[in-house]
């Protein structure tokens, strides 16, 4: 036989309402999205493959008994989605992860156990399995078992989206790089003079008329000034700015 040959036995077959598909007396599970329409079943030595316009809908290992059933339970998500009592009963989420089925017990006595354990079930098909039987557990740790707790460890767990680069258009990339000159704000108070003028009022503490001072909520007395000391008029500048 060739290297790498695709040895397989191919039957087709339909799938029922139950997502089950017949072959050699036993049956297997396929996706739900496969109910209605035919597939073809691809019986290897130790697997079972079943795929529907070219793509996998199912794989199992083998089975060599008679009457046996083979499920995966992650086929039968989107079912609970719209029939979460189906939850109850069904013979699908009969064995579970450990952690997962601890948490689906301790729902089961809740009014809304059923959507909540639905919920988490509908993670594993965007979270995987892994990370969904490690956010059960470490909910249990923490002594609780809901389904908004599960829920709010994975989206902690997630990793960020990385971030988009936006590149610069050319016509706005930067040529000359700014210079900090703090002394260009000076340009802009109404008290800057010329050098051979007066003295400008560089700081003023309390607005008021001149000379006065008044007393703040600490008790701190505060007075206009200038940068002399002397004080030759309050400039209506400063009480506009400041107000009292």
């Given amino acids: ?21 017949r072959f050699d007396n036993n049956k297997y599970s396929v996706a739900a999205r496969a109910v209605g329409r035919p597939v073809e079943i691809q019986a290897y030595a130790d697997r079972i493959v079943i795929r529907q316009d070219g793509r996998i809908v199912a794989e199992h290992p083998r089975s060599f008994g008679r009457g046996e059933t083979t499920y995966d339970p992650w086929h039968y998500v989107p079912v609970l989605a719209r029939k979460p009592g189906a939850l109850r009963n069904g013979a699908p989420f009969k064995v579970l992860p450990a ?16 959507r909540q354990m639905v ?25 609780v078992h809901s389904a908004d707790v599960v829920l709010n460890i994975l989206a902690r767990q997630r990793e960020p989206a990385p971030t988009a680069k936006i590149m610069t258009p050319a016509a706005l990339t930067l040529r000359h790089a700014p ?7 000076d340009s802009t108070s109404p008290t800057h003079v010329g050098s051979n003028g007066p003295p400008a009022v560089r700081y003023c503490f309390f607005a008021g008329a001149p000379g006065s001072t008044a007393a703040t909520p600490s008790g701190l007395m505060l007075k206009a000034k200038n940068i002399n000391g002397s004080l030759p008029g309050f400039p209506h500048w400063c009480t506009r700015a400041y107000g009292s």
């Fill in 1 to 21: 036989m060739p290297a790498g040959f695709d040895c397989f036995h191919a039957v087709p077959a339909s799938v029922s309402k139950t997502c089950l598909v």
């Fill in 99 to 114: 952690a997962i089925e601890r948490i689906r017990l301790r729902l089961a006595s809740t009014d809304d156990g059923n």
């Fill in 119 to 143: 919920d988490i079930l509908n993670a594993v098909l965007t979270d995987g399995l892994p990370a969904v039987e490690a956010a059960c557990a470490e909910a249990l740790g923490h002594g």
């Fill in 179 to 185: 210079i900090a000159d703090c002394a260009r704000y």
